[in-house]
């Protein structure tokens, strides 16, 4: 009797140990093994991994926080809203808010743009808003001067007109998804403007190339709206 039991005893492990023993050769069988090793090769780094499996999120109505990037990009979107040229964009469908971050609430305190460094904190900022994505907006400018005709400052001694100054403006923008990081779509306009100055007039200089950067930002913001509806006619659920 006793002989019995040790036999069905030793049939039930072998039995019970089945199951693990073929997963075990599954996982480390070659198929699997190759698999896992090109799973690496395809991501070399976690982030890049995140930001490639990052999934959309967002709900409609949704509330967008909204992220200037650079002096520029502030102090033109605080004209556009007190002009009342930002109100068309509050009152897009599928838009419950428009809100922007204030730097209060940025983790670092850091005044320099943190795009570049990392997202996290800007949109950690926008979840303290409860905002589902996250506007970015940046001006770039690129300036050419050059001299009309460079005797002429000579003679003239500075006092006539003979400096131009070529400005290239650009605005740039992302949507981020608040909570995954996902990047919805990007936009880019540019614009230019030139002038003519004394070599001692920075005013009608710096006028220059804030116009042109009133005139990106202006342009960017123009296609926002039909943006805004690829990404609510792609995401709505």
């Known amino acids: 009797m006793g002989i019995a039991r040790m036999w069905w005893s030793s049939v039930a492990i072998a039995v019970a140990a089945i199951p693990f023993s073929g997963c075990q050769s599954y996982v480390n069988s070659p198929r699997v093994a190759a698999a896992r090793q090109e799973s690496v090769r395809a991501f070399s780094d976690p982030l890049i991994a995140r930001a490639y499996n990052a999934k959309p999120t967002i709900h409609f109505p949704a509330k967008i926080a909204i992220a200037p990037q650079c002096d520029q990009a502030q102090e033109q979107l605080r004209r556009l809203d007190a002009a009342g040229k930002l ?19 940025l983790a670092d305190g850091d005044d320099k743009p943190v795009w570049n460094k990392s997202d996290l904190i800007l949109r950690e900022a926008a979840a303290k808003l409860h905002a589902d994505a996250v506007f970015l907006l940046k001006v770039e400018t690129n300036i050419s ?11 003239s001694l500075g006092l006539f007109p003979n400096n131009r100054a070529e400005v290239i403006a650009t605005a740039l923008a992302a949507l981020v998804d608040t909570r995954t990081g996902y990047v919805y779509g990007t936009l880019e306009r540019s614009a230019g403007r030139s002038c003519i100055t004394i ?15 009133g005139d990106a930002v202006q342009k960017l913001l123009g296609d926002v709206p039909d943006f805004w509806r690829g990404v609510v006619q792609s995401h709505r659920r």
Do not use: M, Y
Request: glycine residues 4%; proline residues 7%; charged residues 25%.
């Open 87 to 105: 109100d068309a964009l509050k009152r897009l469908p599928g838009i419950s808010a428009i809100t922007p971050i204030s730097a209060l609430l």
């Open 145 to 155: 001067d050059g001299k009309l005709f460079a005797p002429l400052t000579t003679v």
């Open 199 to 213: 070599s001692w007039d920075d005013f009608t200089r710096d006028r220059t190339i804030d116009r042109a950067c």
